[in-house]
């Protein structure tokens, strides 16, 4: 890769740099999936006037355009501190999995084994973990995934615009 103009070595800078994206980019995977698999198995399992503020909730934070309140937030949060890029980026990434969690919830609630759970005179916390969570485990792996490509991308996008990880630490964005 060779070297930048104050001679230092560009693939150590890269391999370096993997650090604060994939740290930003695991801990808003974390902290969004939490988030919205809470937001959606709430409004799938209990329905009417919490899924329907839930879903507003959900709705509005979607209208949200990303990258201007990604940029506002920084500008008054600090820039370069990647707990406080993770935590915009999680506030902003949590909707696609509570959409996907509730879609299945109001569809395994009509199931035989949670109507067996209920009758057998289980919690509803119980349920929702023990019953109906598992099942909706592999959409919530998969859109986790997607999470941390996303969370990566706008990461360095951020850092590229110049406010995320400052100089002279590497970060992707801020080298490229």
Same mark, same amino acid.
């Given at each position: 890769?060779?070297?930048? #103009?104050?001679?230092? !070595?560009?693939?150590? +800078?890269?391999?370096?740099?993997?650090?604060?994206?994939? $740290? &930003? =980019?695991?801990?808003?995977?974390?902290?969004?999936?939490?988030? @919205?698999?809470?937001?959606?198995?709430?409004? @799938?399992?209990?329905?009417?006037? *919490?899924?329907?503020?839930?879903?507003?909730?959900? !709705?509005? *934070?979607?209208?949200?355009?990303?990258?201007?309140?990604?940029?506002?937030?920084?500008?008054?949060?600090?820039?370069?501190?990647?707990?406080?890029? @993770?935590?915009?980026?999680? %506030?902003?990434? $949590?909707?696609?999995? /509570? +959409?996907?969690? +509730?879609?299945?919830?109001?569809?395994? +609630?009509?199931?035989? %084994?949670?109507?067996? =759970?209920?009758?057998?005179?289980?919690? !509803?916390?119980?349920?929702?973990?023990?019953?109906?969570?598992?099942?909706?485990?592999?959409?919530?792996?998969?859109?986790?995934?997607? &999470?941390? /490509?996303?969370?990566?991308?706008?990461?360095? /996008?951020?850092? %590229?615009? @110049?406010?995320? #990880? #400052?100089?002279? !630490?590497?970060? $992707?964005?801020?080298?490229?």
């Amino acid at each position: 890769f060779g070297t930048d #103009q104050l001679g230092r !070595d560009y693939l150590s +800078r890269v391999i370096f740099g993997i650090r604060t994206s994939l $740290w &930003v =980019a695991v801990f808003v995977a974390l902290v969004s999936t939490a988030l @919205g698999t809470a937001v959606g198995a709430l409004a @799938g399992y209990y329905g009417g006037h *919490v899924d329907n503020l839930l879903m507003r909730l959900t !709705d509005l *934070v979607l209208t949200l355009p990303g990258l201007a309140v990604l940029l506002t937030a920084s500008v008054f949060l600090g820039s370069g501190d990647p707990l406080s890029i @993770g935590l915009i980026l999680a %506030f902003l990434f $949590w909707t696609a999995v /509570a +959409r996907i969690v +509730r879609g299945l919830f109001l569809s395994l +609630r009509e199931k035989e %084994f949670v109507e067996a =759970a209920k009758a057998a005179g289980a919690s !509803d916390l119980r349920i929702i973990v023990r019953h109906m969570l598992p099942n909706c485990a592999g959409p919530i792996i998969v859109n986790t995934t997607l &999470v941390v /490509a996303s969370a990566i991308l706008v990461e360095a /996008a951020l850092s %590229f615009l @110049g406010l995320g #990880q #400052q100089p002279p !630490d590497p970060d $992707w964005g801020s080298m490229l």
